[in-house]
């Protein structure tokens, strides 16, 4: 973690009072009020046993689902560490999922830009430009996903999802065949392939797989 600058950040209090705790710096009893307060609102990541704990610190609340107590941690180690694909992926979920869209495309943008084989990125982004109806972008992002990582049957789903809605079919249908292989069980993806023959004017094709997805839903 080289060439890390001073941060100022806003941040939960707990999370501060946490480090000082974790690191045996300090205990609660020994901090003043003025500090206390201080800590309320400023905190400097100055040193690399702070940077590294509130790196962890981020992430592990980005994992949890606080995103909110994730943001202020994670954009002040982005700051120090503009280059760790890391932190970006996690502070662009975390802006996704506070409703911040916009901010969080570009930090996950970015991550491609520094990492080209960061695959939590690349589905996340294939997911964001289908949302969009850019179907093009979500192609070429996932068709980059699914070269480094071949086991994963959503992955599949979401790139014959936007294959069907570019219209081409014949690749839909490979997309979606290959990820019922990995999911024998998936009903989505039986009805997604029926959807997509009789886009082709399979028709037999077509009704094989829906029947099939009713046979599944049968036995749920």
Request: net charge negative; glycine share 6%.
């Amino acid at each position: 973690m080289a060439n890390k600058k001073k941060i100022e950040v806003d941040v939960d209090f707990s999370d501060t009072l946490s480090f000082y705790l974790h690191s045996g710096l300090k205990t609660a009893q020994k901090i003043s009020d003025a500090s206390i307060e201080w800590y309320r609102n400023i905190f400097s990541l100055e040193n690399e046993e702070k940077t590294d704990y509130f790196y962890a610190k981020g992430i592990d609340h980005a994992k949890k689902g606080k995103y909110a107590k994730a943001i202020p941690l994670l954009s002040a180690v982005h700051q120090g560490m503009p280059q760790d694909a890391e932190v970006l992926h996690y502070l662009g979920l975390s802006y996704l999922k506070t409703g911040e869209e916009e901010k969080g495309l570009a930090c996950l943008e970015k991550v491609t830009k520094i990492e080209g084989t960061h695959t939590k990125t690349m589905i996340l982004l294939g997911l964001l430009y289908s949302k969009k109806k850019d179907y093009e972008k979500a192609v070429a992002v996932l068709e980059n996903a699914v070269a480094y990582e071949k086991k994963d049957p959503a992955l599949y789903y979401r790139l014959g999802f936007a294959y069907d809605n570019l219209k081409k079919h014949d690749k839909a249908i490979q997309c979606f065949e290959k990820a019922l292989d990995l999911d024998p069980d998936n009903v989505n993806v039986c009805q997604a392939l029926g959807l997509a023959h009789e886009s082709q004017g399979n028709r037999d094709e077509a009704v094989a797989y829906f029947k099939k997805a009713l046979e599944m839903e049968e036995k749920v």
